[in-house]
């Protein structure tokens, strides 16, 4: 279609790594850990393990074909195979936006704390109580949680605005490699600390005993939160992939480094929580604590407590980087405006309501929707109710309404059809939307 005009990545390591880049970030490091912590650890992690291989990687791959076929954004993309179904791809735009509204309060959160690595002795406490407290105060902090959610809004904002290829692309590029090893490095440490193993065991050992409707709900929508899938960002990444990029490796590999992080990220936290004597079940509040104790062991903790923290800023950059992409395409190509406009309309909106987001944590902690902060709703809303149903609903669309030669076409464009094929659509037209609806119909209470 329009395929001159569109900016394009490099090649096929471009591609991963800025598909990498968008889903490695705060949802492996922060959201996966405190979760897993919440909900039985080691019967959580299997459950995101299944999601992730029967739901999650066939979702990638379809909305990968969905970009590369049209060339467009997620609602332009539907639209252009089907105008009833650009419903899904406005619904994906929304969840972008609310995604990275609370996105960049958690993101501002990791800015403040590498600051902090840097000029204060908050890592040279061993004290996890102290930890709490210097969490809870910052966070409740009347601004400054707003000033460093706001600061991560305008560098997003400038990335976005220096085009698709350089800022994206340079960005992923870097920091994907640095990023892995240190989490290794760091896990090893970890599970030397003394009590570790009872942490390891906590992890890796399922106890199901635990496991309800919701448990699986949140795992599913876990998944799909960290493979940045059932939104449409992935339609919007695969548009600008270049010609012949493989489809099933690309998705292969950025769902095998996504999963690798979220574990090692789980290797990390829970024998260090054990440790320490942090309660797993901590919420949100999770790696907040629990890192700050990590580097309080280790020598030269100032040292890695800013190349750590540095290093999560960075992730959570790629990842606001898209999420910030995919809303600032449909404005642009949609709404016909000039790529500086759309961004900036983007920045705007995303940036009031992560404000907002942010204040329910602290001064306006008593306005609740259903008992949820303005921050929790809209995690809430987003990764566990729109992200599954978007993915359903894009399961339905590319298994039984997608063109089947233009599907197979995107997946082997040298035209030999992959052994894999016949079972990779049995599980999007019939695998996926089973599992999705069984687990909502559950969650609703309907069977
Ligand atoms: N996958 C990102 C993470 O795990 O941090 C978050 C995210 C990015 C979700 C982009 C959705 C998205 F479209």
Redesign the pocket.
Known sequence: MNEEKRATFGGRISAVLVAAG???????I??FPYLAGENGGGAFLVIYLAAVLLIGLPLMISEFSLGTATRHNAVGAFRALNKRWAVVGYMGIL??AL?LSF?LVVAGWTAEYMVHSVTSDLVRNTDPASHVAAFEQFVGHPWKPVIYALLFSLATHLIIVLGVQKGIERASKVMMPVLLLVLVVLAVNSMLMPGGMEGLKFFLNPDFSKVTAETILLAVGQAF?????G????ITYASYFKQGTSVQGTALQVTLL?TFVAVMAGLVIFPAVFSAGIEPGSGPSLVFITLPSIFSTLPMSGFWSTIFFLLLVL??LT??I??HE?VTAYVEEEWKMSRQKAARLTTLLTGLLAVMASLSLGIWKEYTICGLTFFDSLDYLTANIL?PLGAFLTCLFVGWKFDRTLFAQQLYPNGIMGREYPILRFMIRYICPIILFVIFADNLGLI
Request: glycine residues 10%; proline residues 0%.
């Open positions: 968008s889903a490695v970030g705060l949802g492996n922060w959201r969840s972008s995604i996105y939160f960290s493979l940045s899938i939104l449409g960002t992935m996504d992730a959570a990842s606001t898209s999420l995919s992200l």
